[in-house]
């Protein structure tokens, strides 16, 4: 029977064989920005692991670095998600006969930070949404482009991933209308998305401009106007909803909170929860009900709204 090889690091990386299970953490995760923060969540964890003097990997051992984080003044936020790296770690370290079964079971046990209310983010008014897609000037190829880029966002509400990595042959017409199709999305679920007519002309403008007919939608534009590349990063998608954002008096909005306007949107134009959900890709309602920001209504609870009559007892 293999025995629970103890986790050491040398200097500022963990050393073999461990360096491979952070690999294979690393390597289920599908977003770039959460494999990112795992990184460095590992990579801390590690080297507060060697500082204590390569304590074994118990439950005990994750708890008291749990109590390390919360002493250093993390975020609840901060500490869970560092929580989530370590505890994937258990898991693959067990899966590979480093750490024994019952070790790996009692650290995925490790309880997070409660969290003071759900942090459900900003959204903007129609008023300000309409503002916002309407502050690039459409004069311009730069313009052009972000245009239709806020369209997306707002109009679909696409992630900044989802958008930098959207295609021109992603956008076809199906059942009479225009749809993304096949969009992949977090955790590899694939959806289709409507595209509504407001952000499909706002999308034939920039096309018409930049002369695209296939590959990436979106590309990067230098200071001068001119195309560059033939690509679009996530930052850059970032930094300008933050630009346009700026001039019409919001600051630090970022895509994510254009993503829940369109949900909220939807919903106060009477659109069904399940579809929102189904137009987000969401995978539980319980998350669109976050970004709707919905709460329960005791007052006008919906099942108030018919009433069934009994039948006398006989």
């Known amino acids: 029977m293999n025995q629970p090889v103890p986790i050491s690091v040398e200097a500022e990386r963990p050393a073999s064989p461990y ?7 690393l390597n289920a995760v599908s977003s770039p920005l959460t494999r990112a923060m795992y990184e460095k969540a590992l990579r801390d964890f590690f080297l507060w692991w060697e500082e204590q003097g390569r304590l074994e990997f118990t439950k005990g051992t994750v708890q008291a670095h749990r109590a390390a984080l919360e002493a250093k003044g993390y975020s609840a936020s901060t500490i869970n998600q560092r929580l989530a790296a370590i505890r994937k770690l258990a898991v693959q370290a067990a899966d590979n006969n480093l750490l024994s079964l019952d070790d790996a079971a009692a650290i995925t046990r490790v309880k997070g930070i409660p969290k003071s209310g759900v942090s459900t983010g900003s959204w903007l008014t129609e008023k300000q949404a309409e503002q916002l897609i309407n502050a690039p000037t459409p004069e311009t190829l730069k313009g052009k482009r972000d245009r239709a880029l806020l369209g997306l966002l707002v109009g679909c ?38 595209v509504p007519p407001w952000v499909k002309m706002a999308i034939d403008d920039w096309l018409s401009a930049s002369g695209f007919t296939s590959g990436r939608l979106f590309c990067a534009i230098s200071r001068h106007g001119q195309i560059v590349g033939r690509t679009i990063s996530e930052q850059a998608v970032l ?47 319980q998350i669109t009900e976050q970004y709707l920001g919905t709460k329960q209504a005791l007052h006008d609870a919906p099942n108030d709204r018919f009433v069934l009559r009994w039948e006398k007892a006989s």
Do not use: F
């Open 239 to 285: 930094d300008t909803v933050r630009q346009y954002g700026k001039q019409i008096g919001l600051e630090n909005i970022r895509p994510h909170d254009l993503r829940r306007t369109c949900a909220k949107l939807c919903r106060s134009r009477g659109g069904e929860l399940e579809q929102i959900q189904l137009l987000l890709g969401h995978s539980s309602i």
């Open 19 to 25: 360096a491979a299970v952070m690999t294979l953490v």
């Open 157 to 194: 509400g696409l992630r900044r991933r989802e958008l930098s990595t959207l295609n021109v042959e992603d956008i076809q017409q199906r059942d009479g209308r225009w749809i993304i199709i096949d969009l992949e999305g977090k955790h590899g679920r694939v959806r289709s998305v409507p």
